[in-house]
């Protein structure tokens, strides 16, 4: 691996053997599911208007989670059964139908059913990708082609909810999802081209839904939407526990089933390469969600900005992620080794600096955490993925592969209840003072301090270069 990391690879690389074809392919489907992601924000409000509903605005993001982590989390199986492209046409297809849906949905039920297909092709898509970038790539790319992604993945976060408010202005909330489903047109003519078509790994055996792991796996998620969304001081941390449990279990389970395992074998083993970066992921995801879920109302109750200039403060943190990410693509060995750490720690900097600042004093402030916690996961990404795949032995680095969007989507599902859970502790309710606001404002920071300590720890084991 030493050799692998130590060479220094310009963009011009991606250009040559037919790379930028391939990799544009990718990056558009990588496009299709962030930008999707958030295009519900500023288009549910038009549909509501139209058919009603708005008691179920919420599950139009939990539904297409959900889709997103069980898609994932199958991703490397159907891989290792089907292929790369057939894998791929058939998660585009998936998002397709789902956007269709969606664009001629008459009611808000259809909607939300339209919501979980999206979720299930896009989070099949980015998973597949990262699948595919560790096949048809050489390893010494990876961190250029990781950063890429980023880059596009950071565009989406300004663009999607972009997308859907332009036509949601003008009253045609629906052409916005009809724009997507003649990208994912264009995106399923392109991979027909211009992927090649693989031998499947494991065509020996037949393909076997996992229905009761993905039963457990649903049934972990959906506890989490129930935990955030519920107010009760009981009831939601109780959930989130039995959601947690209930992971462990499918974990437990899916060790025992070696030939339609969804997940690496020991995936959150610190004392392995591929468990510490697991762990990294997972925990670095948790630790930063409060800005995420809180951070807008936050900045126009306690700043007084607008709506608008609060939403791209909280992008901002993708933006840096994306910037930061091309910017150290680059790196040797020793430089990644150093980006790794730096990275830990200025995500725990910018979570600390978010917690005495977030109280209304100077928005100069809040502007330089939430680059600061970009910047720090942008500088280390890349690597921390190369790690993680190179860590895994050879016959499930398309599980590895596949496991580490889904883990960090699960992170964050982790962090938005937990962190919906902190505010309600300390006083969060549509009857806020401005004391107790700013109360809240600490404590949604300062709690995931420790998990973050923790992230830094899984860190420091990455780079000691444990045995499988």
Avoid at 27 to 43: D, F, K, P, Q, Y
Avoid at 61 to 75: H, K, N, P, Q
Avoid at 150 to 166: D, E, T
Avoid at 348 to 355: M, R
Wanted: net charge positive; glycine share 10%; hydrophobic share 55%.
């Amino acid at each position: 691996m030493t050799d692998e990391l130590s060479q220094n690879v310009g963009w011009s690389a991606l250009l040559t053997n037919g790379n930028l074809t391939r990799i544009s392919t990718l990056c558009l489907g990588v496009w299709l599911h962030a930008a999707s992601a958030m295009l519900v924000a500023t288009t549910l409000p038009s549909a509501v208007s139209e058919f009603g509903g708005a008691h179920l605005v919420s599950w139009a993001f939990t539904l297409y989670l959900l889709g997103s982590i069980l898609a994932g989390s199958s991703a490397g199986l159907l891989m290792s059964r089907l292929g790369l492209k057939p894998t791929l046409l058939g998660t585009a297809i998936l998002y397709t139908v789902g956007s269709a849906t969606c664009a001629i949905a008459p009611g808000m039920e259809v909607l939300l059913v339209g919501r979980l297909l999206q979720g299930l092709g896009g989070g099949g898509l980015v998973a597949v990708t990262y699948i595919a970038v560790n096949r048809l790539f050489p390893s010494h790319l990876l961190p250029r082609l990781m950063a890429l992604i980023s880059a596009v993945w950071s565009v989406s976060a300004f663009c999607g909810p972009l997308i859907g408010g332009s036509f949601a202005t003008f009253g045609h909330w629906r052409f916005a999802f009809w724009a997507f489903v003649i990208q994912a047109g264009l995106f399923l003519i392109a991979a027909f081209l211009k992927i090649n078509h693989e031998k499947p790994s494991d065509n020996n055996n037949p393909i076997v839904v996992p229905i009761g792991r993905l039963a457990i796996l649903t049934a972990a998620v959906l506890m989490i939407a129930f935990a955030s969304a519920n107010t009760d001081y009981l009831l939601s941390p109780t959930l989130c526990i039995l959601s947690i449990i209930s992971f462990w279990v499918f974990l437990k389970i899916d060790k025992l089933n070696p030939t339609s395992r969804m997940f690496p074998k020991n995936p959150f083993n610190i004392k392995t390469t591929l468990g510490a970066g697991m762990t990294l992921v997972m925990t670095a995801s948790i630790s930063t969600m409060s800005f995420l879920v809180y951070g807008t109302f936050l900045l126009e109750t306690l700043f007084g900005v607008t709506p608008l200039i609060a939403g791209y403060i909280v992008a901002l943190e993708s933006v840096s992620w994306g910037i930061t990410a091309v910017l150290f693509s680059g790196a040797n060995e020793n430089q990644e080794r150093i980006l790794i750490r730096l990275g830990s720690i200025l995500i725990t900097v910018g979570l600390i600096g978010f917690s005495l600042s977030m109280s209304g004093d100077s928005l100069w402030w809040v502007l330089l955490w939430a680059i600061c916690q970009g910047a720090g996961f942008g500088m280390m990404w890349s690597f921390i993925v190369r790690r993680i795949i190179s860590g895994a032995p050879f016959s499930e680095q398309d599980i590895a592969s596949s496991s580490i969007p889904t883990t960090q989507q699960i992170g964050f599902a982790i962090g938005a209840a937990a962190s919906g859970i902190v505010a309600n502790m300390f006083g969060f309710d549509e009857n806020l003072t401005t004391s107790v606001l700013k109360n809240v404002s600490f404590w949604i920071f300062a709690a995931f301090i420790p998990v973050m300590l923790y992230a830094n720890f899984a860190v420091w084991k990455l780079l000691k270069e444990p045995k499988l």
